[in-house]
């Protein structure tokens, strides 16, 4: 999966004060996988969790995590500050923070579950800082996330789809993790699924829809933004067949 070095610049400032604060009940882990449900599976840059819903393992969390970070870019941050964040909220993750570095003042955002529902209870901008208590006790400092070394934005790499694996289910019914773990694009930015259905972060066009067409026969692909900009193509079911 290919990474701007902006983005492992931002994940690697956050990961050191939320290690430190571990406790021998909960756990931090990058890029792993969270799955939410049997058709739902998504991909954090950086979870707190408690320590038997990793398991001994680090890339997997089973269920909903403590904490969820993201790190937004320019395919992702529509979903991060949208569906992403209404999926981590159904499941019910009580805090969820985006490292926003777009714009000429980045921000990091930080949401509570209050009631079922998110609220941005802080937003910090340049020169702000932030004592968070939960999941763990730290210190969100901007000058500290947001270092001179993040002015090195990468670019964020075009990507292609391969078929790959085992055949999947019929076209109207859902993706599960099993089988969607064998049929992953290649060098796609980030790659999650949903209530069943792939969604891929990149810069894609019509090209690969008709190269997703064919890898996912009978479902629909649809682009969530205009062709070759960045942002999520996502696989949706096929119609129901006719009797």
């Known amino acids: 999966m290919g990474h701007s070095l902006l983005h492992q610049i931002l994940v690697s400032n956050l990961v050191v004060p939320v290690a430190l604060a571990e406790t021998a009940d909960v756990r931090s882990l990058t890029g792993c996988g969270v799955e939410l449900a049997d058709d739902t599976w998504l991909r954090a840059d950086l979870v707190v969790c408690r320590t038997e819903q990793c398991d001994g393992e680090r890339w997997r969390v089973k269920g909903p995590p403590l904490l969820a970070v993201e790190v937004a870019s320019p395919a992702s941050r529509a979903r ?103 049929r992953w694009p290649t060098g796609a930015e980030k790659v999650e699924l949903e209530d069943g259905c792939p969604i891929f972060y990149g810069e894609w066009d019509e090209r690969d829809v008709a190269i997703a067409e064919r890898t996912y026969p009978g479902r629909v692909v649809r682009l969530d933004q205009p062709a070759g900009r960045p942002g999520t193509l996502t696989i949706l079911p096929g119609p129901e067949p006719v009797a």
């Open 80 to 182: 991060d500050l949208g569906a992403k964040k209404d999926a981590y909220q159904r499941f019910g993750v009580p805090h969820y923070w985006v490292i926003d570095p777009d714009g000429d003042e980045p921000t990091v955002r930080v949401h509570e579950l209050l009631d079922g529902v998110y609220a941005e209870t802080v937003r910090i901008g340049p020169g702000g800082r932030h004592e968070v208590t939960a999941p763990l006790p730290i210190e969100l400092a901007h000058e500290t996330i947001f270092d001179e070394s993040s002015r090195w934005a990468g670019r964020w790499r075009r990507s292609s789809m391969e078929h790959i694996g085992p055949d999947l289910p019929s076209c109207e019914e859902p993706i599960l993790v099993d089988a969607f773990g064998h």
